[in-house]
T-cell receptor, first 115, second 110 residues
């Protein structure tokens, strides 16, 4: 069965520090991968999605970036965090072109607090 | 106008009540529709897909109205454990983008 791992669960970082969040998927090949952010009391905002290794689409201009160095690995990064980067970051995957599997499945999320 | 809109609630209902949520979407190219459940500080979990003909899963019924561009979720015989935020999700046809509504909070009261 497919599983998705996301870490760390909680992170407290000072303003201006770098960020690296990692997500890996097991049990499937060539998944679509996503990074979402949920600010306190707000909906999920799509940040990046990827349909293959090295292929990244950005939805919102910001100081974040994403990379997909391996098929089932998705990394969210920042060189310098801002206060506004605080939020709940969620990695997700879906299986493309398989109608019964087109649903999104989420990792357990990372609660990031930038102080 | 937001791409996917939901009433934020909260909906406070007694145990055993029936409650309905609506969600509207603006992009007529939307192709797939889902309801997710999210507990506080947890990841969203798929509750059910929404099919054109309507579908039911136990106490939950989902319906889609493409002409009016809205989706509904009906929960019958509410349980305390149904308390959560319910997210409406739309997949834009021809893309890999899933757009989330801001969610509707449900509180089932004893």
């Amino acid at each position: 069965s497919q599983t998705i791992h996301q870490w760390p669960a909680t992170l407290v970082q000072p303003v201006g520090s770098p960020l690296s969040l990692e997500c890996t998927v097991e049990g499937t090949s060539n998944p679509n991968l996503y990074w979402y952010r949920q600010a306190a009391g707000r909906g999920l905002q799509l940040l990046f999605y990827s349909v293959g290794i090295g292929q990244i689409s950005s939805e919102v201009p910001q100081n974040l970036s994403a990379s997909r160095p391996q098929d089932r690995q998705f990394i969210l990064s920042s060189k310098k965090l801002l206060l506004s980067d605080s939020g709940f970051y969620l990695c997700a995957w879906s299986v493309p072109q398989v109608p019964a599997m087109e649903k999104l499945f989420f990792g357990s999320g990372t609660q990031l607090s930038v102080l | 106008r937001k791409e996917v809109e939901q009433d934020p609630g909260p909906f406070n209902v007694p145990e055993g009540a029936t409650v309905a949520f609506n969600c509207t979407y603006s992009n007529s190219a939307s192709q797939s529709f889902f309801w997710y459940r999210q507990d506080c500080r947890k990841e969203p979990k798929l509750l059910m897909s929404v099919y054109s003909s309507g579908n039911e899963d136990g106490r939950f019924t989902a319906q889609l109205n493409r002409a009016s561009q809205y989706i509904s979720l009906l929960i019958r015989d509410s349980k305390l454990s149904d308390s959560a935020t319910y997210l409406c999700v739309v997949n834009i046809g021809g893309t890999y983008k899933y757009i989330f509504g801001t969610g509707t909070r449900l509180k089932v009261l004893a």
